[in-house]
Structure formats: C-alpha cells, structure tokens
C-alpha cells in the first residue's frame, strides 16, 4: 500500500520585540489565516536562539505552511530571512507572509523573490565583511589595538622571558602572573 503523505498543517509565528507590546493582533490575523498553531515569544529578532522559532523550524514537515503576519516578524535583516526560509523550504514545507503577497513560496513568483533575496543576501554579507575590514584597517591605523587586552603588560612579558631564562618553569610562571600556560608559553618561551 502507498505511503500517504501528511496533511499539511497551517503553522503561524508571531513575535514582538518588546514586553511592552502586545501580540493580540498577530494572533487574530493569523488564525484568521487558518492557523490552528502558533509559536509565539517576546524577544527582540536580533537573537539568533528565539525558541519558538526553533521549535517550529524543527517541527515542520512536508507540505506544512508557514506564515507570518508580516515578514519583518520573522527576521531582521535579509541575510536572516533567507536562511531561515531556505530552511523552511528545505524541509518542503511553504513561506508565506500575510502583509507581503509576494512572499510566498507556494507560488512562482514568492520563489523568484526568494531566489532574489538569496543574492541580497550574498551581496549584504560582502557589504558587511567589506566593511569591518575597512573599520579594522582605520583603528589600526590610528594605532588602536584589535581583539582582547593582553593578559599581561609589556613589562610583565619582560620579566617573564627574562625568570625563564633564569630556569624558571611554564608552571611556576603562570602560576606567579595568574595566567594559563598557554599565555606564558605564547610568549616565544
């Protein structure tokens, strides 16, 4: 006997930033949608660990439809909201955004501007990359040091090569400066 394929399921997301708003209003669009589930949370969309979101992402399957009221609710920037629904559409499931007819990815055109939004994204992650090597290159001229402190001063650094030479041991040195090994031992000792 052929194996049938699940009913596809109606799944809503709703999400706002702030504890101060409500999510009332989603909700009612949403399950005026058809969406009997809704995953929903108060959490800024800037964390990449929003649970709910997770939870649905790993709770569809073949032929469920994902929507949101509008696509801004499920992603901040587009880098996000194609991995997130490449994911979505990976799973075979469908995207669809309430507010933004075109996104949805039931239809050819929501698949075009999917396939769209993936250069944008490429493009806005070169964008970035583009410009943090520009901001490093800038401190660094202005002689800004990059990354983490040094765990010891110069002088520290100093009186460590020089207690080496003298005999003393990784151990005993990073024990004495508060440090690991590994900090004495990147010293070039």
Not at 35 to 62: F, N, S
Not at 139 to 146: C, E, L, N, T
Not at 158 to 176: D, F, Y
Request: hydrophobic content about 35%; glycine content about 8%.
């Amino acid at each position: 006997m052929p194996e049938k394929n699940p009913p596809s399921r109606p799944l809503g997301y709703a999400r706002v930033s702030t504890y101060g708003q409500t999510l009332d209003a989603q909700l009612e669009q949403l399950r005026a949608a058809g969406c009997a589930k809704i995953y929903r949370e108060k959490v800024t969309g800037a964390r990449p660990d929003r649970r709910e979101l997770l939870k649905l992402l790993q709770a569809i399957g073949p032929g469920d439809v994902v929507t949101v009221t509008r696509i801004d609710r499920l992603a901040r920037s587009t880098f996000d909201l194609f991995a997130i629904v490449k994911q979505i559409v990976d799973a075979k499931a469908q995207f669809r955004s309430l507010a933004e007819p075109w996104a949805d990815t039931g239809i050819s055109t929501g698949r075009l501007m999917i396939a769209v939004l993936g250069g944008l994204a490429d493009v806005e992650r070169d964008l970035i990359r583009t410009r943090t090597a520009e901001g490093r290159s800038r401190a660094k001229a202005r002689g800004q040091h990059m990354g983490r402190p040094p765990k010891l001063t110069s002088q520290q650094q100093k009186e460590a090569l020089r207690r080496r030479a003298e005999g003393a041991t990784l151990k005993e040195l990073a024990k004495s400066y508060n440090v690991g090994r590994a900090t004495i031992s990147r010293l070039g000792l």
